[in-house]
């Protein structure tokens, strides 16, 4: 089906704050195919603890694409436990180079509590500035909203929820119905 006759999968907002020692991902439980909303309490964060290390990753995009990649994520971090930087840049390769990864459509932001990366499928994995990431189509108001808050004396979860409260006021994508997931460092 042509893309200009399929409406398209959206409502995602994910946002990730490191601050005070933690680190938070938060996600709104919203996916519409156009104008109508599917689901509200879709889970798009999980903790994933591949060899006894934690990670908390948060998704945004297709979710059976986003789960592919999780997958994939949890076996790089299985073969190099305790460091998720390789095991995002080695995920990263093999979604730029194989032609089965190559067509996911999502994003990931993933932490072990020390380290904050956004993977995407063109191949970057980027650490964030200002300890803030967002993706998805309400990311950027979350974002926005979480670096106002950042110097305040808000804990990393009350800049998360506070974000995504912000980012639910705004984008019709994004609901309040929050999974939040935090880990320390």
Not at 53 to 61: I, R, S
Not at 62 to 82: I, M, N, Q, V
Not at 152 to 180: F, H, P, Q, W
Request: glycine share 12%; with cysteine.
């Amino acid at each position: 089906m042509a893309d200009e006759q399929f409406p398209g999968w959206h409502g995602t907002t994910i946002v990730g704050v490191k601050k005070g020692g933690d680190v938070v991902i938060a996600g709104d439980g919203q996916v519409s195919l156009g104008q109508t909303v599917i689901k509200g309490t879709a889970r798009k964060v999980r903790r994933l603890s591949p060899g006894g290390f934690d990670v908390v990753a948060g998704f945004a995009g297709s979710t059976a694409d986003a789960f592919t990649l999780l997958e994939r994520l949890e076996k790089k971090l299985e073969a190099t436990p305790g460091q998720l930087a390789r095991a995002s840049v080695e995920l990263a390769k093999d979604w730029r180079t194989d032609k089965y990864l190559q067509k996911l459509e999502a994003m990931l932001i993933v932490t072990d509590g020390k380290d904050m990366l956004v993977i995407t499928g063109a191949g970057d994995v980027l650490e964030p500035e200002h300890d803030v990431a967002a993706i998805g189509s309400g990311g950027n108001f979350a974002l926005a909203a979480a670096r106002a808050m950042m110097d305040s004396e808000k804990s990393a979860e009350e800049v998360a929820r506070r974000a995504m409260a912000i980012a639910s006021d705004i984008c019709v994508y994004t609901n309040g119905n929050l999974t939040v997931e935090t880990i320390s460092a």
